[in-house]
């Protein structure tokens, strides 16, 4: 990516940092407000996880749309649109009388948002500002930047909820996001610069539409939204229903951040070493063993905040290794595309994992059936990883006309 003096590769990773620093964390506050608005509004808990799950389908649709044009035209225009979206979508989010108002706002809006100014755009550009030696390394720290946000905003997000109710924290947590409209502007930027053939974009999706690992680590990331949307959205109130008090909740979520950012770096750290495609492996391996524990144990306090700490160093330590993925074999031309129809399948796993975990509930009184799913879902991820090729593909030059 060609840059300014100013905009060097330390303020480039900074900023974007900074960008899923607000973005993820502010989102993931959002499980925090299915108890009060559900009893305030009288709501079912399905009409709240639909308006999550709608806002993670529409997040994941525009996201390989979104790094089409940022790969094409540059990232400014895109982030800086996707931030005014989100921004306004919070905001309408307090002032939401019926769950198709809250649909439009949380779920279209701010998913429109998130898909402008969320992960596989915000990475890409970090991505590009590095070396490729040093790419795995800047992914992960993007990615423990977005988890110290959850962190960080979830118990904010729980104070205002506390002091204020959830209309007022809403626009507080709207102007916070405001924060991320300069950011934009310094993460703006010419597309990358191509060595060698240059690729089109028809080129660049039938290339990865032809390779098997292509489509294996596609659908592995389809769990881990499953997963990680699931518990992020239904964790509060399910240790509510066993006992706890909200404040338990929040408490859980910050500290899936807070050990996720040593999960996100020590992923990131791991893939400029080991084979990425066997680290993703073992992290669903691991995250299928850790809800196992979690479900079987009698409920407690600590029992759910260790939980939190173990999840948290598995929970989104896939997101550096499965973008690095997609540069380290298809190179970093339409990494933002590329990446984000890869993102995209996460999108689907998260919708389902929230509704479901709504709908079942509601059904049946328990989120039992979701964590087992969640579980066996985990071992197929584990397995689908395993066999990927790998290897940077290899293209044929082209043969100049004499």
Same mark, same amino acid.
């Given at each position: 990516?060609?840059?300014?003096?100013?905009?060097?590769?330390?303020?480039?990773?900074?900023? *974007? $940092?900074?960008?899923? !620093?607000?973005?993820?964390? %502010?989102?993931?506050?959002? /499980?925090?407000? &299915?108890? #009060?608005? +559900?009893?305030?509004?009288?709501?079912?808990?399905?009409?709240?996880?639909?308006?999550?799950?709608?806002?993670?389908?529409?997040?994941?649709?525009?996201?390989?749309?979104?790094?089409?044009?940022?790969?094409?035209? *540059? $990232?400014?225009?895109? !982030?800086?649109?996707?931030? %005014?979206?989100?921004?306004? /979508?919070?905001? &309408?989010? #307090?002032? +939401?009388?019926?769950?198709?108002?809250?649909?439009?706002?949380?779920?279209?809006?701010?998913?429109?948002?998130?898909?402008?100014?969320?992960?596989?755009?915000?990475?890409?550009?970090?991505?590009?500002?590095?070396?490729?030696?040093?790419?795995? !390394?800047?992914?992960?720290?993007?990615?423990?930047?977005?988890?110290?946000?959850?962190?960080?905003?979830?118990?904010?997000?729980?104070?205002?909820?506390?002091?204020?109710?959830?209309?007022?924290?809403?626009?507080?947590?709207?102007?916070?996001?405001?924060?991320?409209?300069?950011?934009?502007?310094?993460?703006?930027?010419?597309?990358?610069?191509?060595?060698?053939?240059?690729?089109?974009?028809?080129?660049?999706?039938?290339?990865?539409?032809?390779?098997?690992?292509?489509?294996?680590?596609?659908?592995?990331?389809?769990?881990?939204?499953?997963?990680?949307?699931?518990?992020?959205?239904?964790?509060?109130?399910?240790?509510?229903?066993?006992?706890?008090?909200?404040?338990?909740?929040?408490?859980?979520?910050?500290?899936?951040?807070?050990?996720?950012?040593?999960?996100?770096?020590?992923?990131?750290?791991?893939?400029?070493?080991?084979?990425?495609?066997?680290?993703?492996?073992?992290?669903?391996?691991?995250?299928?063993?850790?809800?196992?524990?979690?479900?079987?144990?009698?409920?407690?306090?600590?029992?759910?905040?260790?939980?939190?700490?173990?999840?948290?160093?598995?929970?989104?330590?896939?997101?550096?290794?499965?973008?690095?993925?997609?540069?380290?074999?298809?190179?970093?031309?339409?990494?933002?595309?590329?990446?984000?129809?890869?993102?995209?399948?996460?999108?689907?796993?998260?919708?389902?994992?929230?509704?479901?975990?709504?709908?079942?509930?509601?059904?049946?009184?328990?989120?039992?059936?979701?964590?087992?799913?969640?579980?066996?879902?985990?071992?197929?991820?584990?397995?689908?990883?395993?066999?990927?090729?790998?290897?940077?593909?290899?293209?044929?030059?082209?043969?100049?006309?004499?």
């Amino acid at each position: 990516m060609k840059q300014t003096d100013w905009r060097g590769p330390a303020v480039v990773l900074a900023a *974007g $940092s900074l960008m899923l !620093l607000l973005s993820f964390g %502010i989102r993931q506050s959002f /499980g925090l407000f &299915l108890p #009060s608005m +559900t009893q305030d509004l009288g709501w079912g808990r399905e009409n709240f996880a639909l308006a999550i799950a709608v806002q993670n389908i529409v997040w994941g649709i525009g996201q390989p749309f979104s790094g089409a044009l940022a790969d094409r035209y *540059g $990232s400014g225009r895109v !982030l800086f649109f996707g931030t %005014i979206v989100y921004v306004l /979508g919070v905001g &309408l989010m #307090s002032q +939401t009388a019926t769950a198709t108002g809250f649909v439009l706002s949380a779920g279209v809006m701010v998913g429109i948002g998130m898909g402008g100014a969320g992960f596989a755009v915000v990475l890409a550009v970090m991505g590009r500002a590095v070396s490729p030696e040093q790419r795995s !390394l800047a992914l992960g720290l993007g990615t423990a930047a977005g988890s110290l946000g959850q962190f960080i905003m979830v118990p904010l997000g729980q104070a205002y909820l506390s002091r204020y109710g959830w209309s007022t924290a809403l626009l507080l947590l709207a102007a916070t996001a405001a924060l991320m409209v300069p950011l934009a502007g310094v993460l703006g930027g010419p597309p990358a610069a191509v060595v060698g053939h240059s690729q089109s974009l028809r080129e660049a999706l039938a290339e990865a539409v032809r390779h098997p690992g292509y489509w294996l680590l596609t659908s592995g990331y389809f769990v881990c939204g499953f997963q990680v949307a699931f518990i992020g959205t239904h964790l509060p109130a399910y240790l509510v229903d066993r006992g706890m008090g909200v404040e338990i909740g929040a408490w859980a979520l910050a500290i899936i951040g807070l050990f996720n950012v040593f999960g996100s770096l020590g992923a990131g750290a791991l893939g400029q070493r080991r084979r990425k495609k066997y680290l993703l492996s073992w992290i669903y391996l691991g995250r299928s063993i850790v809800l196992y524990a979690f479900i079987v144990a009698p409920p407690s306090e600590a029992g759910a905040l260790l939980f939190a700490a173990a999840i948290g160093i598995l929970w989104l330590a896939t997101v550096p290794l499965t973008t690095g993925l997609v540069g380290q074999i298809f190179g970093v031309q339409y990494m933002a595309m590329l990446s984000g129809i890869v993102f995209f399948s996460h999108q689907i796993g998260s919708f389902l994992g929230i509704w479901l975990g709504g709908k079942l509930y509601d059904a049946t009184g328990s989120y039992d059936p979701v964590w087992w799913a969640s579980i066996a879902l985990g071992l197929f991820a584990a397995l689908v990883h395993w066999p990927i090729d790998d290897r940077t593909v290899v293209r044929a030059r082209p043969v100049p006309v004499s």
